[in-house]
């Protein structure tokens, strides 16, 4: 199990004209990523962070494989010809982006359709 110092973590914070959206925070020796959305009942990135980091401790002790086992072990599976199993914890960071970017083209879509 790799460590979880506070050196080992790297905490990204997104925003917009409203103020943070998301707070994302990752373990960079495994590659566990965890984010948190604002919402009603979490209004401060400070506490999403917490969260975040929390999530991680916990995947952590429970032995989390890193992200890039997990990839060697589906690509070994599938030469198998076996069906691998999704992972739905880790997302890419392209996916991701992609991601934004489509909520900002959906926003600028919406603002542009209440001035007409």
Same mark, same amino acid.
């Given at each position: ?16 004209? *409203? ?69 739905? *914890? ?11 970017? *489509? ?5 600028? *879509? ?7």
């Amino acid at each position: 199990m790799s460590s979880d110092r506070d050196s080992d973590l790297h905490t990204e914070t997104f925003s917009n004209a *409203r103020g943070w959206t998301v707070v994302r925070v990752t373990h960079l020796p495994t590659a566990l990523v965890a984010e948190r959305t604002r919402s009603q009942s979490l209004r401060s990135p400070v506490q999403a962070q917490q969260e975040c980091i929390e999530e991680i401790r916990q995947a952590l002790a429970e032995g989390a494989v890193p992200a890039a086992e997990v990839e060697t072990e589906a690509a070994a599976v599938g030469a198998k010809g076996e069906r691998p199993q999704p992972v739905s *914890r880790f997302v890419s960071r392209e996916d991701f982006d992609k991601l934004v970017a *489509r909520v900002t083209r959906l926003e600028r *879509r919406l603002r542009d359709s209440r001035k007409t």
